[in-house]
């Protein structure tokens, strides 16, 4: 029996086979391929949008850091500028004539005195608290209705312009000083509505 034909079908059959087996696994590796660059490239877009997302977050809190930074600026400006304002007050009452502190000075008295308290000056008016001032003082309360008995302590130190009441352990400061920090912690707002007031 010639044995040819079963040989050949036989090769033929393992070609057949051996081909078929070549193809599905390069099909498989097709699709492992295709399967592969699918999940690359949604890798790559899930990082791209994770990263966009993640810079726009990093953008959005750096703006919100330098807005917050620009406000804090800007409101510590405002103070030293509000400041400012009070300290040249001051600057002004200091600039002010002798005969106008005088006459400053007596309508606190008149406003605040029942008329027999000491009358500490304060170190630098000392000069313009003579024996003269306090008689004139004396006369305008007596004529205001209240006793004119002021009379002048010099028992410590009272640093600044202007003056300090005393009776009875209770003192009332009227130098410029305390004068302007009274006006103030009244007139802060107001004074940084009217050099503020064309912020939008």
Do not use: W
Request: proline share 2%.
């Amino acid at each position: 029996m010639d044995a040819t034909p079963i040989l050949t079908k036989l090769k033929e059959d393992a070609a057949k086979q051996a081909s078929d087996i070549i193809n599905a696994a390069k099909q498989r590796t097709d699709e492992i391929k295709q399967q592969a660059n699918k999940r690359i490239s949604e890798m790559r877009e899930n990082d791209r949008v994770k990263f966009e997302r993640e810079s726009a977050a990093m953008q959005d809190r750096m703006l919100r850091m330098s807005e917050l930074e620009n406000k804090k600026d800007l409101l510590s400006s405002k103070r030293e500028l509000v400041s400012s304002a009070f300290d040249r007050a001051l600057e002004l009452l200091y600039a002010l004539p002798d005969k106008e502190k005088k006459e400053f000075f007596l309508r606190q008295i008149l406003s605040l005195a029942s008329g027999d308290e000491a009358l500490q000056p304060a170190e630098k008016s000392k000069q313009l608290f003579d024996e003269h001032f306090i008689l004139e003082i004396n006369e305008a309360l007596k004529k205001s209705g209240k006793n004119g008995l002021i009379r002048l302590s010099h028992d410590n130190f009272v640093s600044g312009t202007g003056f300090i009441l005393k009776k009875d352990g209770v003192e009332i400061n009227c130098t410029f000083e305390a004068i302007v920090n009274s006006k103030r912690q009244e007139l802060e707002g107001e004074v940084a509505k009217i050099l503020f007031s064309g912020d939008v």
